[in-house]
């Protein structure tokens, strides 16, 4: 028993500092080049994404972290129905804001609501360099990438109808037209680089 402990801590420690991949389907399970701390899925092709955590409002997560909330922060607002990220900007004065990322696509009919189940206030993933022990990394959130000079790859699809039952709050990059995708629970929302 104690062998097994001993191999299954050296497994973990070792992943701590590791790269992930999620979803890979090609042998080589690494991911696309050294910037990048989380890749999700292959290169292309795929008809899956990333479910945004849900929460009630943007202004609930700001008040229960006010000094520490991260800037790049995405979440899925369940009041508004709304996939939000937070960003600063500067005109007409300098602030924080919530960017709504859905903005265009009508609202769902029927509203998408969290379950009822208490969340744990401690749930929390680090992946990066602070990965080895969470407790010292102080930002907020469900899954943190700690380091400052690496990347999150998001699930690739081909079209965002590639997807046959998205959720509300699911983000995607769209690799025939180059977008960053977002589903409210009723319609997709479409970002490029401008």
Do not use: C
Request: proline share 7%; net charge positive.
């Amino acid at each position: 028993m104690k062998k097994y402990i001993i191999v299954s801590l050296s497994l973990i420690s070792g992943l701590a500092f590791a790269q992930i991949t999620i979803g890979k389907t090609v042998p080589n399970a690494n991911p696309a080049n050294t910037s990048v701390s989380v890749e999700f899925g292959n290169a292309t092709g795929g008809n899956k994404g990333i479910v945004l955590p849900w929460v009630s409002s943007g202004a609930d997560v700001v008040s229960a972290n006010p000094t520490t909330l991260a800037l790049g922060t995405f979440i899925f607002d369940s009041t508004e129905q709304k996939v939000k990220y937070r960003r600063t900007v500067t005109v007409p004065t300098t602030a924080t804001v919530w960017e709504d990322l859905s903005a265009g696509a009508y609202r769902p009919v029927t509203a998408s609501l969290p379950d009822a189940n208490q969340e744990s206030a401690a749930a929390k993933a680090v992946i990066g360099s602070l990965a080895s022990n969470p407790a010292t990394n102080t930002t907020p959130g469900i899954v943190v990438l700690s380091d400052d000079t690496k990347a999150m790859i998001l699930p690739r699809v081909n079209s965002h109808n590639d997807i046959p039952s998205p959720s509300a709050g699911m983000m995607v990059y769209v690799t025939s037209t180059n977008q960053l995708a977002v589903f409210n629970g009723r319609e997709w929302a479409f970002w490029t680089k401008p």
